[in-house]
């Protein structure tokens, strides 16, 4: 369990750190526009991860239709917010 506070700018920090990305923030010092990056001060979630951990076995989990329902499902082409 982690104690740590974390804000937006967590989640790209940890991207960032992952895949051993730079910092927006470092990226581009030319431009006027590299102020406001929060990944930089950003703590990051790594700590709320355990990438030593071995994964779980896949359980299937019963649903209401088949997954053939879904790739013959034809779109509605509606906004999903319609309602």
């Given at each position: 369990m982690s104690h740590t506070q974390y804000e937006f700018g967590s989640v790209l920090k940890f991207i960032e750190?992952?895949?051993?990305?730079?910092?927006?923030s470092t990226m581009g010092k030319?431009?006027?526009?590299?102020?406001?990056?929060?990944d930089?001060?950003?703590?990051?979630?790594?700590?709320?991860?355990?990438?030593?951990?071995?994964?779980?076995?896949f359980t299937a989990v019963q649903a209401k239709y088949p997954a053939v329902h879904f790739l013959r499902e034809r779109p509605s082409l509606k906004a999903p917010d319609d309602d």
């Open positions: 750190q992952v895949f051993g990305l730079p910092a927006l030319e431009s006027t526009y590299t102020y406001g990056y929060t930089s001060r950003a703590n990051s979630l790594v700590d709320s991860f355990d990438f030593t951990q071995v994964p779980r076995r």
